[in-house]
């Protein structure tokens, strides 16, 4: 059974940090390219960070502008576990946070219809 596993969520204040994981069975992550969404309340799901299938390439990783600099995606293809290393948060970085696979191509893209496998979620809360 494929399955996507999140952790590492939790409550933070303002300036903390956290490190998200993404473990994947029934498949092996570094055959997709993985993406990170965030869905706060009353907001639709955005991209936040994405990394490209493990191939010839240089392991090439994209960022929305308002994490960039502050959020570090990694992978561990031993562990077939992607990480999304968060610091210096913000409140407007409350949100449930996912992970999702896109089978469809190698390419890091930022549009969650491009993905097609989805985990449950972890909430982060950002409040002092």
């Known amino acids: 059974q494929l399955q996507l596993v999140e952790s590492g969520g939790g409550l933070v204040q303002p300036g903390g940090s956290l490190k998200l994981s993404c473990a994947a069975s029934?498949?092996?992550?570094?055959?997709?390219?993985i993406g990170w969404f965030r869905q706060a309340p009353g907001k639709e799901r955005e991209g936040v960070s994405c990394?490209?299938?493990?191939?010839?390439?240089?392991?090439?990783?994209n960022y929305a502008e308002s994490v960039k600099d502050r959020f570090t995606i990694s992978r561990d293809n031993a562990k077939n576990t992607v990480y999304l290393q968060m610091n210096s948060l913000k409140p407007e970085d409350t949100a449930v946070y996912y992970c999702?696979?896109?089978?469809?191509?190698?390419?890091?893209?930022?549009?969650?219809?491009?993905?097609?496998?989805w985990g449950q979620g972890t909430q982060v809360t950002v409040s002092s």
């Open positions: 029934g498949f092996t992550l570094d055959s997709y390219a």
């Open positions: 999702a696979i896109r089978r469809s191509g190698a390419a890091c893209l930022f549009h969650p219809g491009f993905y097609d496998k």
């Open positions: 990394i490209r299938r493990s191939d010839s390439r240089t392991n090439y990783a």
